[in-house]
């Protein structure tokens, strides 16, 4: 399960010295690290380590005190989650986050929003361009379903759907975007053997097939050995490593700080 | 076997997001149009036209107003009364000011009135939420009623404070019977139904969608709140402004502000809530839910030979509303509408259940 | 000058009033995170149920009887409203407590009648001139409203007590931070709700006999509570200062409002101002004067 074959590009995304403080916690501390085209970037460390409050900082939901983020060579101190999704960035949430109201479907089609263009008028008609374009991004999302093989729950409000099968859409309606980094936060979390090895097989696919950058965070390090390219490590918000899945394993710093806290 | 989809095969994505995928849901449709638009007004009585089936399409589409924003969008409104009110207003002004406007421009444009209306009472929504956002539009009830009754120029300084709609027509065609502003409502109502149904099926109604189910997810895929919220409220209040011009236009003729008071705005919330938040149909049937309970309880007691006191059925009226509303919060928030798929999706099994 | 103080003077008193029913939001909210919109309805029907019963027996007994009503009314709002919908998101329990509205509105008036009744406890009402050292001619204020002041703060100090002191108090304290704290207390969540709605449904009682005293006991009382919403708005939802000092603020403004600039848009702005004064100060602090901000997380 080792990612080959593809070619690793230069620097997609770059953070240079983040910190970020809410009242007293600092959830990270003067943080620095980048991730480079097409590859796959896991995020690692205890609870509380600052992973979360990281993904957040580069998709703009939380803003940082200090520190610049650089993706597509643009340098900015602080976004608003709107321009880090129309500039490509998806994402997926610890605890998910899908629209529960809505079906598979619908909840797959608002990740193509930010690419439909027709106005409320036309919409209201439904008709002509609207019902044209509706068509086109229905089409997109179909292979989306196919891609993670969730056919068979098109129509079923997420709501009811179990834990894994939720994920899985909520990594559908990222895909949807058609993000040129995508953040996963946790996708692995609480499922099973056979769902994660599902899991571990769309990540790598689309790493593959689409070329799309991703940065993950994982509690797993069987998963995180086997499918990252390279590996940043948190603890209390400062980066105690980075490197290869080798060369992390054998930092002492990381063993430290991974003794340090049962899991 | 009569409710089967079993062989009717959709083969475009386009026939899969029709309104009614199903045959004998168009078959449905089509005989319930066939008999609002043929056979009512042939068979019914002017009395019944005019104290039922009017106000129920109005009251109707002032619902999908507030459905479409509360229900879709998430966003509670306690002022729907006051857009109706913006509407209605806007109307008698252009009608009176530049009689030579057309009846239909006329109600499109207090139906944009309102919608204007609507976005600056929504601009708050960004910066609140939940039941903060539904005192917020209390403000905007409170305001409109105040500014409809205060302040002359709206009412063209009649003394009385009350107005009277202009005799009316379209292109030179009077609408003066009742079977005519039945027709009038019933086709607007029809189309604008129709523009509803097709916006929430759409870009638009999912953006409403996102923002109601999880605001900060919707926000990180692209959404920007302001601009669904905002959206929401001006289509919202442009469906309530149209209602309010046909209320006053073709429902009372002449008016004053308390028309469209705080308690219109409840009213039309407990249809929303009756009827099924986030249902086009449940509009409809939340709408003659509400309209049917003042009637019954005048007409079954009375026919009982024990007629209940005005006081009475006024007092009845709110203990039942406010029980329904409870009961449907607990047992089924997404109310009749519900139901009937309920029932449609026990009969698409029957007679075998499994 | 004399006469902006009374205008203020007044506002403030009306002020007080306005925060008596914005304690009752408050307390329910604190403890159950519900916005109980029937705080307005519970005031008329708990003075309707005075009132009434005032007709049949003394006073003292007529209120202990209120009290009881109010009480019934908590448990079986808990038992048919409460219970079935917990954990439901706030908007639903707040459209239900809509709904309760509604229903103790009709039903309060169908049991106990809905003609304008008059309430006497006895509080006094002669207008007197007060402070006349530091003004020349004082100001002139009525004494009901002063009683009025004075029950208010009787009434907080003694639920600012019941909150510090008592191991009831501190239990709602608790679960109003969190509700799985709250279980580890001691006391069923369930037992907790009924104690807060009968709390705010005495606090109802009080707000009815100093509104119905002044108003006469009548249907637009109910509307009251709408008053008390901005001063929620004001003061946050979470805070008793809160209701207190946004209750000062909107009575005091909104008179001011009337005396000064009503005039130039017609009267009556009253009904509105307060609203938009809360509005206004929502769009620069929604938290509320009294609120502390929350950073949402994912
Ligand atoms: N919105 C917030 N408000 C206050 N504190 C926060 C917020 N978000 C995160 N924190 C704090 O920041 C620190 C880092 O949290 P974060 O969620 O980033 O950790 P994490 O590494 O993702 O942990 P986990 O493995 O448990 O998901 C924690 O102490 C957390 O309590
Ligand atoms: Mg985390």
Redesign the interface.
């Known amino acids: 399960m080792t990612a080959s074959g593809r070619k690793i590009g230069g620097t997609l995304l770059k953070v240079d010295n983040i910190s970020l403080s809410?009242g007293g916690v600092r959830a990270l501390n003067d943080v620095s690290f980048d991730i480079k085209a097409h590859e796959i970037r896991a995020i690692i460390g205890p609870n509380g380590a600052g992973k979360?409050s990281m993904l957040?900082v580069i998709n703009g939901?939380?803003h940082p005190q200090q520190g610049t983020i650089t993706f597509k060579d643009i340098a900015r101190t602080d976004i608003g989650p709107y321009d880090a999704a129309s500039r490509g960035i998806a994402r997926t949430?610890?605890?998910i986050?899908l629209f529960r109201g809505m079906s598979t479907l619908d909840n797959i089609m608002t990740g193509r929003l930010l690419k439909m263009k027709r106005n409320l008028f036309w919409q209201a008609l439904y008709f002509g361009p609207a019902r044209r374009e509706e068509m086109e991004h229905r089409a997109v999302v179909e292979r989306i379903i196919d891609f993670l093989e969730i056919q068979s729950i098109r129509k079923v409000p997420v709501g009811r759907l179990p834990y894994g099968l939720q994920k899985r859409v909520e990594l559908g309606r990222a895909l949807a975007m058609e993000p040129d980094l995508l953040l996963l936060d946790e996708p692995m979390a609480g499922m099973n053997v056979e769902e994660k090895e599902d899991m571990c097989r769309f990540i790598l696919d689309v790493n593959d097939e689409f070329g799309t950058t991703i940065a993950l965070i994982e509690h797993d390090m069987g998963v995180v050995m086997d499918i990252s390219d390279r590996v940043v490590v948190l603890d209390y918000g400062r980066k105690i490593a980075d490197g290869t899945p080798d060369e992390v394993r054998g930092n002492q710093a990381v063993i430290d700080a991974y003794l340090g806290v049962s899991h | 076997m009569l409710y089967r989809e079993a062989g009717q095969f959709k083969t475009t994505y386009g026939d899969d997001q029709a309104v009614f995928p199903i045959r004998q849901d168009r078959w449905g449709m089509a005989i319930i149009l066939a008999i609002a638009y043929v056979a009512l007004p042939w068979l019914a009585t002017d009395y019944f036209i005019t104290s039922i089936m009017i106000p129920f399409l109005i009251y109707a589409l002032a619902a999908i107003g507030l459905n479409l924003l509360t229900g879709y969008c998430?966003q509670?409104s306690l002022g729907t009364g006051g857009f109706m009110a913006v509407g209605a207003y806007a109307a008698y002004n252009l009608a009176i000011r530049v009689p030579e406007l057309n009846l239909i421009v006329i109600f499109i444009l207090a139906g944009g009135a309102a919608a204007m209306v609507g976005v600056v009472f929504g601009?708050?929504s960004l910066?609140?939420k939940?039941?903060?956002l539904?005192?917020?539009t209390?403000?905007a009830q409170?305001?409109l009623?105040?500014a409809f009754?205060?302040?002359?120029w709206f009412t063209n300084y009649t003394p009385s404070g009350s107005v009277a709609a202009p005799p009316l027509d379209i292109f030179g065609f009077a609408i003066n019977t009742p079977d005519r502003r039945y027709f009038l409502i019933l086709a607007i109502v029809t189309v604008m139904a129709l523009a509803a149904k097709n916006l929430v099926r759409g870009r638009v109604g999912r953006s409403w969608m996102a923002i109601r189910d999880m605001d900060?997810?919707a926000e990180?895929i692209g959404i920007r709140p302001l601009r669904a919220k905002l959206s929401a409220f001006a289509v919202s209040s442009f469906f309530a402004g149209v209602a309010g011009a046909l209320w006053a236009f073709l429902h009372l003729g002449a008016w004053e502000p308390l028309a469209f008071d705080?308690n219109r705005s409840?009213l039309l919330?407990f249809m929303v809530?009756i009827g099924g938040l986030g249902s086009i149909l449940g509009c409809f049937l939340g709408a003659a839910f509400i309209l049917m309970v003042p009637l019954a309880l005048n007409q079954i007691p009375t026919a009982l030979g024990m007629p209940l006191s005005t006081?009475?059925i006024?007092?009845?009226?709110?203990?039942?509303?406010?029980?329904?509303?409870?009961f449907f919060?607990?047992a089924e928030?997404h109310g009749l509408a519900r139901l009937w798929a309920l029932a449609k999706e026990k009969l698409r099994l029957w007679p075998f259940p499994h | 000058m004399g006469f902006f103080f009374e205008v203020l003077f007044g506002g403030f008193l009306a002020g007080v009033l306005y925060a008596l029913v914005a304690l009752g939001f408050v307390l329910i909210f604190k403890a159950s995170g519900v916005?109980n919109f029937a705080q307005g309805a519970m005031v008329l029907f708990a003075a309707l149920s005075l009132v009434r019963l005032m007709e049949w027996m003394p006073i003292p007994i007529a209120m202990l009887a209120s009290v009881a009503i109010m009480i019934v009314f908590a448990l079986v709002v808990e038992r048919?409203?409460l219970r079935?919908?917990v954990n439901?998101e706030?908007?639903?329990l707040?459209?239900?407590t809509?709904?309760?509205?509604?229903?103790?509105?009709?039903?309060g008036?169908?049991v106990w009648g809905?003609d304008v009744y008059k309430l006497d406890v006895g509080l006094p009402n002669e207008p007197v001139i007060i402070l006349e050292s530091l003004f020349e001619g004082g100001i002139l204020v009525n004494q009901f409203d002063l009683v009025a002041a004075v029950i208010a703060g009787l009434l907080v100090t003694v639920l600012a007590i019941f909150f510090q002191k008592t191991r009831i108090g501190r239990a709602l304290r608790a679960v109003a931070d969190d509700h799985q704290a709250a279980q580890s207390v001691g006391i069923p969540l369930r037992d907790i709700w009924v104690i807060v709605w009968s709390t705010s449904g005495i606090v109802a009682l009080v707000a009815g006999i100093v509104w119905g005293s002044a108003l006469g006991v009548q249907f637009s009382i109910s509307l009251v509570a709408?008053k008390a919403?901005?001063v929620?708005?004001l003061g946050g939802f979470t805070s008793v200062p809160g209701a207190i000092v946004g209750g000062l603020i909107i009575g005091a403004g909104e008179k001011l409002a009337e005396v000064y600039i009503g005039p130039t848009?017609?009267?009556?702005?009253e009904?509105?101002f307060a609203?938009?004064l809360?509005?206004l100060f929502?769009?620069v602090r929604?938290q509320g004067l009294f609120g502390e901000r929350i950073?949402?997380r994912?």
């Open positions: 809410f979360s957040n939901f939380y949430f610890q605890n986050a | 998430g509670v601009v708050p910066r609140i939940g039941f903060y539904a005192v917020a209390l403000a409170f305001f009623d105040w009754a205060r302040i002359k900060i997810a990180i705080i409840f919330l809530i006081a009475m006024s007092h009845l009226e709110f203990m039942i509303f406010g029980a329904m509303i409870v919060l607990i928030p | 916005f048919l409203v079935p919908l439901q706030g908007i639903i707040f459209m239900a809509i709904g309760v509205s509604y229903f103790i509105d009709g039903f008036q169908t809905s709408l919403l901005p929620l708005i848009f017609g009267g009556g702005i009904n509105w609203y938009m809360a509005l929502l769009l929604p950073i949402e994912v």
